[in-house]
């Protein structure tokens, strides 16, 4: 399966900016998805993903300022993020991973395909 991310640009501390991230190919109709970053010299971090039930998870540093949503029909996954501050300052990564039997997604998962990512900076 590839995953490209778009929606990353540089904008100002408060601003606003909204991720997708576009999925194709693969084996199953749909994959387990979520969003990660990662800035310089340090760790990967996971952002936020969605389940089945479209149950969002959301790290505690963006918890209240991103929403999360999934497209099934477009096979996308978009990160709103509002109030942006410039520790977000990160390249930001799709991740996939193969559903569990039905189809279903709820963690945990086992995230083995990823995109480029797409830089977001916040001055």
């Known amino acids: 399966v590839q995953l490209v991310e778009s929606g990353g640009g540089s904008v100002q501390a408060g601003g606003s900016l909204r991720l997708s991230c576009a999925t194709s190919?693969?084996?199953?109709?749909?994959?387990?998805m979520a969003w990660f970053r990662q800035a310089p010299g340090k760790e990967r971090e996971g952002v936020a993903n969605i389940d089945s039930d479209g149950i969002a998870d959301y790290a505690d540093s963006v918890k209240g300022r991103s929403t999360v949503s999934q497209d099934n029909a477009k096979n996308t996954l978009y990160l709103q993020m509002n109030s942006l501050k410039p520790e977000d300052t990160a390249m930001y990564l799709c991740?996939?991973?193969?559903?569990?039997?039905?189809?279903?997604?709820?963690?945990?998962?086992?995230?083995?395909?990823w995109g480029q990512g797409t830089q977001v900076t916040v001055s």
């Open positions: 991740a996939a991973a193969r559903p569990r039997s039905g189809g279903y997604c709820y963690p945990p998962y086992e995230f083995n395909y």
């Open positions: 190919g693969g084996s199953y109709s749909r994959y387990c």
